[in-house]
């Protein structure tokens, strides 16, 4: 029997370092702004206030988490604007 220790951590760097490249991160960041523009904060994926891609692409490149409703939806109006 295998024991592991498991530590929370808040950022998540230190696991999974640069799992995404900057050109990938950025160009979908653009085009989550593109679609909420031009579709009224709707995609093929549904609508902007129910999505979770931009927190998953934040935790992808920059490996920060986001998991208070407040947090993410302060994030996505950054993005967003």
Do not use: T
């Not at 029997?1 to 490249?21: G, L, Y």
């Not at 709707?42 to 979770?52: A, E, F, P, Q, T």
């Not at 931009?54 to 996505?76: A, C, D, N």
């Amino acid at each position: 029997m295998m024991i592991a220790h498991v530590v929370a951590v808040r950022n998540i760097r230190s696991v999974v370092e640069n799992s995404m490249k900057k050109e990938f991160f950025e160009r979908e960041i653009a085009i989550c702004q593109e679609l909420c523009k031009k579709n009224g904060s709707k995609c093929s994926w549904g609508s902007c206030d129910n999505c979770g891609v931009i927190p998953l692409l934040y935790k992808l490149y920059k490996g920060e988490l986001y998991e208070k409703e407040s947090e993410i939806e302060s994030l996505k109006r950054k993005i967003l604007k």
